[in-house]
């Protein structure tokens, strides 16, 4: 289980400090997190839709199966998902959607709605953690189709990529599939405009991860102290969000108490951007045999579908 409390004091305490971005979603987090995916310049959402709505009867059709377990890790609402649900309901014998996320509550909202617009499906939501429910699954001898959407790959610095695409391999059989939404690399100022929206709404997100330690974990950060500061590096491809602290100042966190200089950083999030050549090797690295991606028509998103 996640110790928030831990997690702060130990990222506060490093000589560069940073704060874990799954942290971000709480209640108001997840308000904001919403805000940011109807922003004029968060391209990232509207990419990824028009490829299911183009492609996803091209994606189902690499699956030589008549029977299909549909496993989504970090499911959501499922609002995007039920677009190649609808697809995948035409083309197998039987389907089963098992959506899987941290917060039963949202698996609630998913399955009525998934059920709402294809009311025969059957839709088996799993709630918990995936590096354990996952686990729970081994029983299912349907082929599978796992999917991780929305680019949240993006949030796992380089090595933890790579460990978890490896991960969902080693719970694969042979000729089971893996899809994954990526962002792309792309102009550089297409991908910092995303993180540093005109309106501050990525501010805001930023620097409710203040709020929220202040809330929860009895601090006194000062929010009017500290500015969200958003790069994109096109060297390695990471978008990185900061928070600066705008002045010398200590701030409070239950007993502890944490020291800022002038302009000191806190980094809270890492948004790694790929080429589909970095997918193809990542793809054979982790113990895939084949990969194919769809991509919408501007080449900013890609679903890569991998086969084992
Ligand atoms: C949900 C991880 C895909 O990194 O683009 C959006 C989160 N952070 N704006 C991303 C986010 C700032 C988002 N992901």
Redesign the pocket.
């Known amino acids: 289980m996640d110790n928030f409390l831990k997690d702060v004091i130990q990222g506060l305490q490093k000589s560069q400090k940073s704060l874990p971005?799954k942290y971000?979603y709480d209640e108001e987090g997840s308000r904001i997190?919403q805000k940011?995916m109807a922003l004029e310049e968060?391209y990232?959402p509207e990419c990824e839709v028009e490829i299911l709505r183009e492609s996803s009867a091209d994606i189902l059709k690499e699956l030589p199966f008549s029977d299909l377990d549909i496993i989504e890790l970090g499911a959501g609402d499922g609002s995007k998902t039920v677009i190649m649900l609808e697809e995948a309901k035409l083309k197998f014998n039987k389907l089963t959607y098992l959506p899987m996320d941290i917060s039963p509550e949202i698996l609630e909202v998913n399955k009525e709605l998934v059920q709402k617009q294809i009311p025969d499906l059957e839709v088996e939501p799993v709630a918990g953690d995936y590096l354990h429910t996952l686990d729970l699954l081994k029983e299912r001898t349907n082929p599978r189709l796992v999917l991780f959407m929305?680019?949240?790959i993006?949030?796992f610095p380089n090595g933890k990529a790579l460990e978890f695409i490896q991960f969902v391999n080693d719970f694969l059989r042979p000729g089971d599939f893996f899809l994954m939404g990526v962002?792309l690399k792309k102009n550089p100022h297409v991908i910092r405009a995303?993180?540093n929206d005109r309106e501050g709404v990525?501010k805001q997100?930023n620097l409710n991860l203040l709020n929220r330690i202040n809330r929860e974990l009895n601090a006194d950060f000062s929010i009017e102290a500290f500015e969200h500061y958003g790069v994109y590096n096109p060297l390695t491809g990471s978008?990185l969000?900061f928070l600066v602290s705008l002045e010398e100042q200590k701030v409070k966190i239950g007993e502890l108490e944490i020291s800022f200089d002038k302009y000191e950083t806190i980094h809270t999030?890492i948004?790694q951007k790929y080429s589909l050549k970095d997918l193809d090797k990542i793809a054979s690295q982790t113990g895939f045999s084949w990969d194919r991606h769809f991509t919408d028509r501007r080449g900013y998103f890609s679903l890569s579908l991998m086969r084992k």
């Open positions: 971005s971000f997190f940011i968060y990232l929305g680019s949240n993006g949030n962002d995303a993180y990525t997100f978008a969000s999030e948004s």
